[in-house]
T-cell receptor, first 111, second 115 residues
């Protein structure tokens, strides 16, 4: 079982719709959870981080964490063509000294 | 403040050659990391360092070596390059364990091809 799993996609959404991305993790002691966006040929950039169960909103992005079920999700509201990218879920495990990345979900927003 | 810089941007190696990928950060970060990213895949941790003189293996360390003699620099050494090492290499740094506002800052990457 992979430590951090994501559906590779592509997730195709029409412009203006909500994109919903999911991520599951295996280390029950994981502490911190991150969503990165990566455009083709570029380095990852942080969108959101979340520590506590529940929702965290930042602009058009909402991260949701459920530690009991070991999943974290990202919602992108009012999706724009500029949101087309690969979204990487990353987790800091119980050891607390390194990030483990999922394989990423490719999102395509169609005008 | 340049952030995290990596050199070179691109490199082609022949099988069996060696090279060093350079990574420098000017943010006085303690933690530094090397990842590789194969096409269409996520990032895999090669090595990391929690401070000068301290390094540890990540998920895929075979075929690589690192050193950390200063806070700023964290070079990655490839010995006896193999086609399986064709990848994009990212260096990253953070102040603490990578949590919260102390997010990981990534360099622009080095695209390496081994033929």
């Amino acid at each position: 079982q992979k430590e951090v799993e994501q559906n590779s996609g592509p997730l195709s959404v029409p412009e203006g719709a909500i994109a919903s991305l999911n991520c599951t993790y295996s280390d029950r002691g994981s502490q911190s959870f991150f969503w990165y966006r990566q455009y083709s040929g570029k380095s990852p950039e942080l969108i959101m981080f979340i520590y506590s169960n529940g929702d965290k909103e930042d602009g058009r992005f909402t991260a949701q964490l459920n530690k009991a079920s070991q999943y974290v999700s990202l919602l992108i509201r009012d999706s724009q063509p500029s949101d087309s990218a690969t979204y990487l879920c990353a987790v800091i495990g119980a050891a607390g000294n390194k990030l483990t990345f999922g394989g990423g979900t490719r999102v395509l927003v169609k005008p | 403040n340049a952030g995290v810089t990596q050199t070179p941007k691109f490199r082609i190696l022949k099988i069996g050659q060696s090279m060093t990928l350079q990574c420098t950060q000017d943010m006085n970060h303690n933690y530094m990391y090397w990842y590789r990213q194969d096409p269409g895949m996520g990032l895999k941790l090669i090595y990391y360092s929690v401070g000068a003189g301290i390094t540890d293996k990540g998920e895929v360390p075979n075929g690589y070596n690192v050193s950390r003699s200063t806070t700023e620099d964290f070079p990655l050494r490839l010995e006896l390059a193999a086609p399986s090492q064709t990848s994009v290499y990212f260096c990253a740094s953070t102040t603490t364990r990578g949590g919260g506002e102390d997010t990981q800052y990534f360099g622009p990457g080095t695209r390496l091809t081994v033929l």
